[in-house]
């Protein structure tokens, strides 16, 4: 998966270097798959992130809040969707039932951009 925001779309390609898929996103800066056909997508100049789902290509659910100002890194485990707010300068943790902020989980130093899950997380 390769997020192009100088074309406005993610793509997705095989191993073997074959592109197999194409979603119109407006400038994309991150994104998440739930392995369950929905990726979820944060955009340059959009504090929306978006479910689109990825058979049809159609935005099936979104998240939004006041503290979610620029979001880059997107990470998903469970029914937690965490989000990155570059602007606001936090971790939050959105629940994937509820497309609720959960809480903040961290307040920042710095303009925060991607974010990795490990196990144990």
Not at 47 to 66: L, M, Y
Not at 78 to 83: C, E, R, S, V
Request: proline share 2%; with cysteine; net charge negative.
């Amino acid at each position: 998966w390769i997020a192009d925001d100088s074309v406005s779309h993610v793509f997705v390609y095989t191993e073997a270097g074959e592109r197999v898929g194409k979603y119109k996103a407006d400038n994309p800066v991150s994104f998440a798959y739930d392995g369950a056909r929905t990726m979820y997508v944060s955009c340059k100049g959009d504090d929306t992130i978006r479910g689109i789902d990825i058979d049809s290509g159609e935005q099936v659910t979104s998240f939004s809040d006041k503290l979610l100002d620029h979001p880059t890194g997107l990470a998903l485990q469970g029914d937690n969707l965490y989000a990155l707010s570059q602007n606001t300068k936090k971790l939050l943790l959105f629940s994937l039932t509820t497309q609720k902020l959960s809480k903040t989980l961290a307040d920042l130093e710095d303009l925060p951009e991607n974010l990795l899950l490990t196990n144990g997380c």
